[in-house]
């Protein structure tokens, strides 16, 4: 056994960790409000997918949670391009709207990188904009994918540190 290295396993309790950052941002969103900004979060779904509809269920659960007023638009799957693209629009026009995002997967009829580019990148929470994905490698203040951020979120909380490792990652 001489060589070998003993590794210990974290378990990662990620309904704490999230448990935790919805107060601090019930907190954040509290004090937003008592300037008088009541974040919206716009959010579009195409077509009837079931996964999709289980996670804005979360979402929108999640939004109430921390007082973030949530606006669902659902599309009909046979929408064309240009009614995605004006609905985008009008969105990015609106001030009262926060964030916008675009729940994929969309109908394949629908060119989603074209939808992503029209969402007003100061407005995309998804992090998708090419103008943020930029920034984020540039190392700049942006917004940043949520399942990524959520991810480094868990091993800054646990204190792991990634520098030099090989790190996997398994989910559902």
């Not at 007023?69 to 009262?96: P, R």
């Amino acid at each position: 056994m001489e060589g070998m290295k003993v590794v210990m396993a974290v378990v990662i309790d990620g309904r704490a960790i999230a448990k935790k950052t919805r107060e601090k941002l019930k907190i954040e969103v509290q004090e937003l409000k008592e300037k008088g900004i009541t974040p919206r979060l716009a959010v579009i779904m195409i077509g009837d997918n079931v996964a999709s509809k289980v996670y804005l269920k979360n979402k929108s659960k999640a939004c109430d949670e921390v007082g973030v007023e949530y606006i669902e638009y659902v599309l009909n799957a046979n929408i064309e391009q240009q009614e995605l693209v004006e609905l985008i629009e009008k969105l990015n026009k609106d001030k009262s709207i926060n964030g916008i995002l675009l729940q994929s997967p969309i109908p394949a009829n629908l060119d989603i990188n074209e939808a992503i580019r029209k969402i007003d990148y100061k407005k995309d929470v998804d992090g998708f904009h090419p103008m943020n994905i930029g920034k984020l490698v540039l190392g700049q203040d942006t917004f940043v994918s949520c399942t990524a951020y959520g991810i480094m979120r868990l091993f800054e909380e646990y204190n792991i540190e990634l520098c030099g490792k090989n790190v996997v990652i398994l989910g559902r």
